[in-house]
């Protein structure tokens, strides 16, 4: 099984709002990920977290703020968004040095 | 950082005929993946390949390492294997593992 999952499939939220977005996998891997993906873009990194811990965080604003509950769930907060943070925002997971397995997405739009 | 380029960056074909995808990168790598993204936006695998040659039904791959580039063969070509095709790669120095870097990928649109 190579599936990670992604919860909303979409989300519409205000500047105001809080949200959260939420990824699983049960494929016993120890690395999981964080993209951004603009319209018409490639995917961009956004966190990675090794053995539940982050390693990278490519400055990324703080309205953003990872978590990693446990190694099978990574989750993304959200605060204070943007309209311009509006963008299809993918998890994946990995052994370490190894192919990385993509979920399918969450759509954020930020009105 | 490295620099990955994709060509062309948009590609028209009549269903059944053959393509190849290019990838060039400016620096080594210990990891390299195709992807294929769905008009829904899901990225699936379609190989992992740093190096060496791999072939799975109608696609293949090539990896020339000491050259710095990468091959995607799509032979007879079908209307879903319309999209954006992505080669991303990996380097495992400086404290990089994890960091995949995506080219600007290739639209395929396939036609019946």
């Known amino acids: 099984d190579t599936e990670v999952t992604q919860t909303p499939k979409h989300l519409v939220m205000g500047m105001t709002n809080k949200k959260s977005l939420k990824c699983e996998q049960h494929?016993?891997?120890?690395?999981m990920y964080w993209y951004k993906q603009k319209a018409k873009k490639p995917p961009e990194l956004m966190f990675v977290y090794s053995y539940e811990k982050l390693s990278i965080n490519e400055s990324v604003p703080s309205r953003f703020s990872p978590e990693c509950p446990n190694s099978s769930l990574l989750n993304l907060h959200l605060h204070a968004l943007q309209p311009e943070d509006s963008a299809l925002y993918l998890c994946?997971?990995?052994?370490?040095?190894?192919?990385?397995?993509f979920g399918p997405g969450t759509r954020l739009t930020v009105l | 950082g490295i620099q990955v380029e994709q060509s062309p960056p948009d590609l028209i074909l009549q269903e059944g005929a053959n393509s190849t995808l290019r990838c060039n990168f400016s620096?080594?790598?210990?990891?390299l993946q195709w992807f294929h993204q769905n008009p829904w936006g899901q990225l699936i695998n379609l190989f992992y390949?740093?190096?060496?040659?791999k072939q799975n039904g109608r696609l293949s791959a090539t990896t020339v390492a000491t050259e710095r580039y990468s091959l995607l063969y799509i032979s007879s070509s079908q209307t879903t294997d319309s999209g954006v095709y992505f080669c991303a790669v990996e380097n495992w120095g400086s404290g990089n593992t994890g960091k995949l870097i995506f080219g600007q990928g290739t639209t395929l649109q396939v036609k019946p």
């Open positions: 390949i740093p190096s060496g040659t």
């Open positions: 620096d080594s790598v210990n990891n």
């Open positions: 994946a997971s990995s052994q370490e040095q190894d192919t990385q397995y």
């Open positions: 494929m016993g891997h120890r690395a």
